[in-house]
């Protein structure tokens, strides 16, 4: 299914300015009896709506296709980042034992677990994943599994009440049918109620060329230029909002009603926005080119280095690796296998290209010549300090973006 029109404004005027597919699903990872299957295909292009600014896919595939099973388990890497986003809302919003909090697309419950604990709010989660909410129902953490809709927010209201929080992270990117999400949003929360979304921020994929955070799972890619007057049609205000290291970089949208204030960040990140170029097309087509460039020179040198010899394998199987892995071609016949810590991930293979993904322990053991970096970005610096060992044996890690660029030692 393809859209023809901006998700936000219903514009017709929208530009593609960059071509990743045709692309497996990012986040499909296949066990040994999947890769005799014949895999789906779908085009990826990335458009830019000349109306209202929003980046966005227009592919949609069927979401019961992408979020049934879900293999996106939050790493620990993450755990401080949710106890500290819970202690600052709990403390600035006063939440406490008598507030309603839903958290939609609440994974495992990285989030809900730290808020009860801190407050004893009454937090519920609804998640669409069943693998991944039965998880979170199994650790004490009430999970609806569904997708969030205006009905599944009746029916909490129904139950609890109204809310006095809703928060969403890293899933309103996610979302096709946005007006449906806002009625639920708006149908749930109280008059005087908060909600609060995280998503990757448009100006880290901009400044950072990360292409690799494109993939079927993400349709919009947000600024708070397109969003401010979106979310007003839904009589939320913007009132506050903040950059974040997630991700590789994301931001913090608050929201209320009209009688907030709103802070003087909203502005100063606005204004940051139209210094980048993020309401030009042209930033785009530049975007464009230099993505096509940095492939040209990952994919020379990867093939120069096996040609001389060289072991390499992966680091890291973040779905959006298997965008870059993908739009590049860098199969087994570059790549020996990748290591990830995740169990949910091990002893799968990467969609596309067919990597064995194995325990960290080997990589270890065998300390290959070079580790293509494919969980990067706000990682990089924790992995480096985890693999000292293999850097002071020799190895070397390859940063693909934004610039391709090796670390190790002279
Ligand atoms: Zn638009």
Do not use: W
């Not at 458009?47 to 019961?64: E, G, S």
């Not at 170029?277 to 530049?286: F, I, R, S």
């Not at 990682?379 to 985890?386: G, P, Q, R, S």
């Not at 000292?388 to 973006?401: A, D, S, T, Y």
């Amino acid at each position: 299914m393809k859209n023809s029109s901006c998700r936000l404004c219903k514009s017709r005027d929208l530009h593609k300015f960059l071509e990743l597919g045709p692309q497996p699903l990012a986040g499909k990872f296949l066990t040994s009896e999947q890769l005799a299957e014949k895999e789906d295909y779908f085009p990826l292009g990335v458009f830019f709506c000349k109306n209202c600014a929003l980046v966005q896919v227009l592919d949609v595939v069927p979401k019961d296709k992408l979020f049934s099973q879900y293999f996106y388990a939050p790493h620990s890497v993450l755990s401080p980042h949710f106890t500290g986003y819970a202690k600052e809302i709990t403390a600035e919003f006063g939440l406490n034992g008598k507030s309603l909090l839903v958290e939609i697309g609440s994974n495992i419950g990285m989030m809900l677990k730290p808020l009860k604990e801190l407050c004893g709010v009454k937090a519920i989660g609804v998640e669409p994943a069943e693998n991944i909410a039965k998880m979170a129902n199994e650790m004490g953490l009430e999970t609806i599994n569904d997708f969030f809709t205006e009905k599944v927010a009746g029916g909490i209201v129904e139950k609890l009440g109204k809310a006095d929080m809703v928060v969403a992270n890293n899933v309103f990117a996610h979302i096709d049918d946005l007006d449906e999400i806002l009625r639920g949003i708006k149908a749930l929360l109280k008059e005087d109620g908060v909600f609060i979304f995280e998503n990757h921020y448009l100006l880290d994929t901009v400044e950072n060329l990360q292409y690799d955070d494109v993939y079927h799972e993400h349709l919009c890619y947000y600024s708070l230029h397109p969003l401010i007057p979106y979310l007003g049609k839904y009589g939320l205000r913007v009132f506050d909002a903040k950059r974040i290291k997630t991700h590789g970089g994301s931001i913090r949208v608050y929201c209320g009603n009209s009688k907030r204030k709103v802070k003087p960040a909203v502005q100063e990140l606005l204004k940051e926005e139209k210094k980048h170029g993020l309401d030009k097309l042209e930033t785009y087509m530049e975007f464009g080119n230099k993505v096509e460039k940095r492939r040209k020179e990952l994919t020379k040198l990867l093939h120069s280095l096996k040609s001389g010899g060289k072991t390499i394998v992966g680091y890291g199987a973040p779905a959006r690796g298997n965008t870059l892995l993908n739009y590049c071609k860098i199969g087994t016949g570059i790549l020996d296998y990748i290591v990830d810590d995740s169990p949910l991930r091990q002893n799968k293979f990467t969609p596309g290209t067919h990597i064995p993904i194995i325990p960290v322990d080997r990589f270890r053991k065998e300390n290959p010549d070079y580790a293509l970096l494919l969980a990067y970005g706000g990682y990089t610096e924790t992995i480096l300090k985890k693999e000292g060992e293999f850097i002071k044996n020799g190895g070397k890690f390859i940063v693909p973006l934004p610039e391709v660029k090796i670390i190790g030692k002279q």
